[in-house]
């Protein structure tokens, strides 16, 4: 970084280091001041999550383009706060007692179209990706429609359906590094894979083995962060993806839950088979832990009757992961993640 970006990002920095040593209600003030976004104290952030639980923030900002997404984090950084990034939260278990740090909604929403490329900010939902794509004439990207989260987060997952993923049509997406650096990456370097990418293991460096035993993170996300993606497509005709855009659209509602709040999937499929039908065969179709109910649709989503709390949500996933251990000697791996304070979640009154 060079220049007055870089004269600017230290300015940042300087200033959130100084409000850091002051507390909370300075570093909402002085985010104010130095990346020129509100920030508002103690927000439950259920709401902003399509399984509808979780606790307060303490502090929660939205960006609403790549560069203000940039600002927040780098300043987060500097200030030495914990910071989530939440896309549409459609993949998050956020804890019943909040995330202690600065939330930071990703609503950068720009995107573009060039020649067979179309080149979108982090916080573009997936689904609003493929319509574009679609009035484009650009095939490719017609799973989003699937998935009702960012780019960002796609690309943090590796998102797909439909017999296709993020990795089948990621060009590169640009990262803001743990160093505050910025590099466009490709599929490779971020080891995009089934579910996976490196993104998801923050404390890992990136290596073959981390990838082989990934395991919910249970604080607050990502460290390096998706700023954008291009994804390369291929001409077609508008109407044949048009058609296919419907046919999706089909399949979701026969397929899913999707008149509750949920997060899609809780776990992966392990090799070969899949977890929906081990849930099933272990008989736990509408089983129930308070609020917290496993789909009779699709046995591998948890849904919310409208009164589940995280603890909820997470004991039932914990009861199915142990009863389909024992029945069919499967370790089930999570694809929901665990976000915020769990520390003392299993010791609330029941
Ligand atoms: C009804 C339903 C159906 C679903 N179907 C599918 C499906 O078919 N296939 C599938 O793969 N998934 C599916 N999902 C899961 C989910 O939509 C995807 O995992 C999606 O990619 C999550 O995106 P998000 O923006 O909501 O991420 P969030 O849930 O907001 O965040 C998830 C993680 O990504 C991180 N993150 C978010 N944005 C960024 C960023 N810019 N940079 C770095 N990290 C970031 C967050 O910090 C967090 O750690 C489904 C979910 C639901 C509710």
């Not at 002085?30 to 303490?58: C, H, I, K, N, Q």
């Not at 979108?120 to 799973?143: N, S």
């Not at 048009?242 to 899609?264: T, V």
């Amino acid at each position: 970084m060079t220049g007055a970006r870089g004269e600017r990002a230290a300015a940042e920095r300087a200033a959130a280091e100084r409000a850091a040593e002051v507390g909370s209600a300075d570093l909402a003030a002085t985010l104010a001041r130095s990346v020129g976004v509100r920030a508002r104290r103690d927000v439950p952030l259920a709401r902003f999550t399509t399984m509808r639980v979780g606790g307060p923030a303490d502090l929660l900002t939205s960006a609403h383009d790549a560069s203000q997404l940039a600002a927040l984090v780098r300043f987060a950084r500097a200030a030495r706060v914990p910071r989530l990034v939440i896309g549409r939260g459609s993949n998050l278990v956020v804890s019943d007692a909040g995330f202690r740090g600065l939330a930071i909604l990703c609503r950068a929403e720009g995107g573009r179209v060039e020649g067979n490329r179309m080149i979108v900010e982090a916080g573009m939902p997936l689904a609003r990706a493929a319509t574009l794509a679609q009035k484009a004439g650009l095939t490719g990207l017609e799973f989003g429609l699937a998935i009702p989260g960012t780019v960002g987060g796609a690309v943090w997952a590796n998102a797909g359906a439909h017999g296709s993923d993020i990795a089948a049509v990621l060009e590169s997406a640009r990262v803001l590094r743990v160093d505050d650096s910025e590099a466009d990456e490709s599929v490779e370097t971020l080891g995009l894979a089934y579910r996976e990418s490196r993104l998801k293991h923050p404390s890992a460096q990136w290596s073959a083995d981390a990838l082989a035993a990934p395991e919910p993170s249970a604080g607050g996300g990502s460290v390096d962060i998706v700023l954008e993606a291009t994804f390369h497509l291929t001409p077609s005709d508008p109407a044949a993806i048009e058609a296919r855009l419907d046919e999706i659209r089909r399949w979701r509602q026969q397929h899913q839950p999707l008149n509750r709040p949920s997060a899609g999937s809780v776990f992966r499929n392990p090799a070969g088979d899949s977890a929906g039908r081990l849930i099933d065969a272990a008989g736990l179709k509408g089983a129930r832990v308070g609020g917290a109910i496993i789909s009779e649709k699709h046995a591998n989503f948890i849904v919310n009757d409208g009164t589940a709390s995280a603890a909820d949500i997470r004991r039932l996933a914990d009861t199915v992961r142990t009863q389909v251990a024992g029945r069919f000697g499967v370790e089930l791996v999570y694809e929901v993640q665990f976000v915020g304070d769990w520390s003392n979640w299993g010791q609330e009154e029941r």
